[in-house]
T-cell receptor
C-alpha cells in the first residue's frame, strides 16, 4: 500500500521481555517519527530520524528504548526489559521533511500490552 | 517547552449544529498549527494547516482560525454529521520546525 505500515498491530508480552516494533514509511519520505499514545492522551514524541540518523531522541523515556533506521527507510523501535508502564500504542509517522509543510502521515499503530 | 491545551470535556452535539473546539498554547507562537482527526483504534489523519500570517482557513465544512495574540486556534465543524464523530487533535511544531507536539485531543460525538 501507499501508506505508512506498522507491524505488529498488536503485541502482548510479559514483563521483562524484549520487543521490536517495525515501521515502513511512505516511499520517498526522509523524515520518520515515533510517538507513543496512552489512552485519553495525545501522541507523545519519542524520536525523529532525518535519513538514517536519529536527529532528536530526546523523547525516549530511558535507555531501555532504542530505535534504528539503518538504510533510511524502514525503522525499528526496540524496547528492552519491558515494564507494565510501557503499555501503549506506538505510532510511526513519516513526512517529506524540509521539502514539505510538516504534515505527518501516521500508521495505524502497534498496540503493546505488557502483562 | 510548549504546553498545548484543548477542551478537556468531550463535546456532544446535535446533527446539523456547529462544533467549536479550542486549542490554546503557551510560550512561543509557532510558524503554523495543524489539526488532525483520530478515529478509535486508528492513527491520526491530517486535516488542515494554518500559518501564522493566516487568520482563517477553510476546507469543506471545516474552518480553522489562528490568533497569535491570544495564542489560540479555533476549529469549527459546520453542519455536523454523525460521521464527524472522532477525536480532534491540534499540533504545533517545535522551534526547530521538525517535530510536532500534540494536544490531548477533544472527542466530538454528533447525535443523529
Amino acid at each position: 500500500g501507499a501508506g505508512v505500515s506498522q507491524t505488529p498491530s498488536n503485541k502482548v508480552t510479559e514483563k521483562g521481555k524484549y520487543v521490536e516494533l517495525r515501521c515502513d514509511p511512505i516511499s520517498g519520505h526522509t523524515a520518520l517519527y515515533w510517538y507513543r499514545q496512552s489512552l485519553g492522551q495525545g501522541p507523545e514524541f519519542l524520536i525523529y530520524f532525518q535519513g538514517t540518523g536519529a536527529a532528536d531522541d530526546s523523547g525516549l523515556p530511558n535507555d531501555r528504548f532504542f530505535a534504528v533506521r539503518p538504510e533510511g527507510s524502514v525503522s525499528t523501535l526496540k524496547i528492552q526489559r519491558t515494564e507494565r508502564g510501557d503499555s501503549a500504542v506506538y505510532l510511526c509517522a513519516s513526512s517529506l521533511g524540509v521539502a514539505g509543510t510538516g504534515e505527518l502521515f501516521f500508521g495505524e499503530g502497534s498496540r503493546l500490552t505488557v502483562l | 517547552s510548549q504546553k498545548i491545551e484543548q477542551n478537556s470535556e468531550a463535546l456532544n452535539i446535535q446533527e446539523g449544529k456547529t462544533a467549536t473546539l479550542t486549542c490554546n498554547y503557551t510560550n512561543y507562537s509557532p510558524a503554523y498549527l495543524q489539526w488532525y482527526r483520530q478515529d478509535p483504534g486508528r492513527g491520526p489523519v491530517f486535516l488542515l494547516l494554518i500559518r501564522e500570517n493566516e487568520k482563517e482557513k477553510r476546507k469543506e465544512r471545516l474552518k480553522v482560525t489562528f490568533d497569535t495574540t491570544l495564542k489560540q486556534s479555533l476549529f469549527h465543524i459546520t453542519a455536523s454529521q454523525p460521521a464527524d464523530s472522532a477525536t480532534y487533535l491540534c499540533a504545533l511544531p517545535s522551534l526547530g520546525d521538525y517535530k510536532l507536539s500534540f494536544g490531548a485531543g477533544t472527542t466530538v460525538t454528533v447525535r443523529a
